[in-house]
């Protein structure tokens, strides 16, 4: 079974553009939830979507946004990017995102740059 | 205090030995503990994970949980250098949804 997925792996942008990122999970699982991980603040918490529904949502600003379409692929976006925003941003799936057991697993990762 | 600690390391361990790594986390309602072995420049990739206290063994690793003392540890027996990696500890602090919260992360070498 193929793993989860993310386009694109590199991406440079200047301060105050826009960004949209890709995830597809693996086949079979509805939950997809999406980190930014950066040097200084590890690994935090985003957002996560089961049935195109945000369910959960981390401490960050509105420019983070993001959707999870019907066959469950999903999308970040940030808007206004800023200089902070450079880190790599993961997404990870999961079954149904509910209960003790289900697991997340990750993705390759999308590595993003603001100049 | 942050929801979930972890020394930071690096913690260097002689090959063939066990290596142990702790993370203590602030939310006794947390429902769900797992262990995710991160190499340079990848994705963290789930090793186990754990809800009940006691052990849990999974080949050379071993979780274990104690909720009392709000601490879950991984014991990595017969250390291998590919075990080098850092290791986050993620607790899911919301029943019945998913909301992973992460550790810093230990840096594990293990030496020849």
């Known amino acids: 079974k193929a793993g989860v997925t993310q386009t694109p792996r590199y991406l440079i942008k200047t301060r105050g553009q826009q960004v949209t990122l890709s995830c597809s999970p693996i086949?079979?699982?509805?939950?997809v939830s999406w980190y930014q991980q950066t040097p200084g603040q590890g690994l935090q918490f985003l957002f996560e979507?089961?049935?195109?529904?945000?369910?959960n949502k981390g401490n960050f600003p509105g420019r983070f946004s993001g959707r999870q379409f019907s066959n469950s692929r999903s999308e970040m976006n940030v808007s206004t990017l800023e200089l902070g925003d450079s880190a790599l941003y993961l997404c990870?799936?999961?079954?149904?995102?509910?209960?003790?057991?289900?697991?997340?697993?990750f993705g390759p990762g999308t590595r993003l740059t603001v100049l | 205090q942050k929801e979930v600690e972890q020394n930071s390391g690096p913690l260097s361990v002689p090959e063939g030995a066990i290596a142990s790594l702790n993370c203590t986390y602030s939310d006794r309602g947390s429902q769900s503990f797992f262990w995710y072995r991160q190499y340079s420049g990848k994705s963290p990739e789930l090793i186990m994970f754990i809800y009940s206290n006691g052990d849990k063994e999974d080949g050379r690793f071993t979780a274990q949980l104690n909720k009392a003392s709000q601490y879950v540890s991984l014991l990595i027996r017969d250390s291998q250098p590919s075990d080098s990696a850092t290791y986050l500890c993620?607790?899911?602090?919301?029943?019945?949804?998913?909301?992973?919260?992460f550790g810093q992360g230990t840096r594990l070498t293990i030496n020849p």
């Open positions: 990870a799936s999961s079954l149904v995102g509910r209960g003790s057991t289900d697991t997340q697993y």
């Open positions: 086949s079979g699982h509805r939950s």
């Open positions: 979507y089961f049935s195109e529904t945000q369910r």
């Open positions: 993620a607790v899911n602090l919301i029943q019945g949804a998913q909301k992973l919260v």
